[in-house]
């Protein structure tokens, strides 16, 4: 059974501060990682992913991925009120699709103003 | 370039009737995957479609059930409904032959009565 589990909060994070959020995957074939961030009542939109071991930097947004701790996080540098949000953590076992993404149930993130 | 639409965006039906939604994929794409979020929990794959064949299923019964058309564009049929299969349906389109990741269309809101 492929599972992904993240805290869902809520994480209270001042604004400006570094918000960390953290994934924890079981399928240890799992090749790809992805974080999509959903605002209430909206379709999940894709911010991060990530393939290999070790960080990935994009703006404000930072993915790490430990295979051998089988663990994601993604950090957000700056915290603006705007990334209030649940953020979901997905892994895909291989390439192509096939097998669909599985996804945790995301964490709810609130910056506070 | 428009990306993935959906429709319609709300529906409501009575348990037992039977239910389609509808998939535009995002032009050059050929793979369309659906998901389903119920509320308070991530995205669960149904299945996902290549070249107008199922390519790939998650942990749904039959009564859920799809097409694929010449145009890539995508149906999710959904017999004999349950009050349980009121969720967010989302799809999602992208080339086979890569490794891009998913981004989602608005999603259709299903509520069963």
């Known amino acids: 059974q492929k599972e992904v589990e993240q805290n869902s909060g809520p994480l209270s994070v001042p604004e400006g501060a570094i918000a960390s959020l953290n994934c924890t995957y079981s399928d240890r074939g799992s090749q790809s990682f992805f974080w999509y961030r959903q605002y209430s009542g909206k379709s999940p939109e894709l911010i991060m992913f990530?393939?290999?071991?070790g960080d990935k930097e994009d703006g404000r947004f930072t993915a790490q991925l430990n295979k051998a701790s089988q663990y994601v996080s993604l950090l957000i540098r700056d915290s603006q009120p705007s990334d209030s949000a649940t953020y979901l953590c997905a892994a895909e076992l291989s390439g192509g699709g096939a097998d669909g993404l599985t996804f945790g149930k995301g964490t709810h993130l609130i910056i506070q103003p | 370039e428009t990306g993935v639409t959906q429709s319609p965006t709300h529906l409501i039906k009575t348990r037992g009737q039977q239910v389609t939604l509808r998939c535009s994929s995002q032009?050059?794409?050929?793979?369309v995957s659906w998901y389903q979020q119920a509320l308070g929990q991530g995205p669960q794959f149904i299945f996902q479609?290549?070249?107008?064949?199922?390519?790939g299923r998650g942990n749904f019964p039959p009564r859920f059930s799809g097409l694929q058309f010449p145009n890539y564009s995508s149906e999710l049929n959904v017999n004999a409904l349950e009050l349980d299969d009121s969720a967010l349906y989302l799809c999602?389109?992208?080339?086979?032959?890569?490794?891009?990741?998913?981004?989602f269309g608005n999603g259709t809101r299903l509520t069963v009565t």
């Open positions: 990530i393939y290999s071991n």
């Open positions: 479609y290549y070249r107008e064949e199922e390519n």
């Open positions: 999602a389109s992208s080339p086979r032959d890569s490794n891009s990741p998913l981004h």
């Open positions: 032009s050059g794409h050929n793979t």
